[in-house]
């Protein structure tokens, strides 16, 4: 059924369609990932591919370059709920769902925000020479807040404790 238009694919009720009215579901739809291929091509598939299975790579990476428990939490479960919803898509049509659809975006947009603030913490500290959150000798600071710094004519920040 995929070849028929392997670019943008047949459509969305294109298996059930296709079937016979008894055993429309039980010859078609083998797996979420064919059941893709399928309904929206390979540029959908792609689209797909990319939501589900990276949660695990930005996991990992959250995981490796974490200083927090919160950090490592998060990647953790982008991992795991990344490798579970990417083999029950083999086995089963099981991401092709609303729900489980909603599950793995939430998991994945809390990941990749994640990983976001720990790229910009970085950047922060490189640049500037301080992490969001811990004083200049690495001891995490609770409820203070930077004050806002004095800028030269560059767009530096100047101050002792941006320095």
Same mark, same amino acid.
């Given at each position: 059924?995929? $070849?028929?238009?392997?670019?943008?694919?047949?459509?969305?009720?294109?298996? &059930?369609?296709? !079937? %016979? +009215? &008894?055993?429309?579901?039980?010859?078609?739809?083998?797996?979420?990932?064919?059941?893709? %291929?399928? #309904?929206? @091509?390979?540029?959908?598939?792609? !689209?797909? =591919? $990319?939501? =589900?299975?990276?949660?695990?790579?930005?996991? $990992?990476?959250? =995981?490796?370059?974490?200083?927090?428990?919160?950090?490592?939490?998060?990647? @953790? $479960?982008? =991992?795991?709920?990344?490798? #579970?919803?990417?083999?029950?898509?083999?086995?089963? +049509?099981?991401?092709?769902?609303?729900?489980?659809?909603?599950?793995?975006?939430?998991?994945?947009?809390?990941?990749?925000?994640?990983?976001?603030?720990?790229?910009?913490?970085?950047?922060?500290?490189?640049?500037?020479?301080?992490?969001?959150?811990?004083?200049? !000798?690495?001891?995490?600071?609770?409820?203070?807040?930077?004050?806002?710094?004095?800028?030269?004519?560059? !767009?530096?920040?100047?101050?002792?404790?941006?320095?």
């Amino acid at each position: 059924m995929w $070849l028929v238009n392997p670019l943008m694919g047949r459509g969305f009720a294109a298996q &059930e369609a296709s !079937g %016979l +009215a &008894e055993a429309v579901g039980y010859g078609f739809h083998h797996n979420a990932y064919t059941g893709t %291929l399928v #309904q929206v @091509g390979i540029i959908g598939f792609i !689209g797909v =591919v $990319l939501a =589900v299975w990276s949660p695990i790579f930005v996991g $990992l990476k959250l =995981v490796r370059s974490a200083n927090d428990r919160g950090s490592i939490l998060l990647g @953790g $479960l982008g =991992v795991v709920a990344g490798v #579970q919803q990417g083999v029950l898509g083999m086995a089963t +049509a099981s991401f092709n769902g609303y729900r489980m659809a909603m599950m793995i975006g939430l998991i994945s947009g809390m990941c990749f925000k994640m990983r976001d603030m720990q790229l910009t913490a970085a950047r922060l500290n490189a640049e500037y020479g301080f992490a969001p959150g811990y004083d200049g !000798g690495g001891f995490p600071v609770i409820n203070e807040s930077l004050s806002i710094p004095d800028f030269d004519d560059y !767009g530096h920040p100047i101050g002792p404790s941006y320095n």
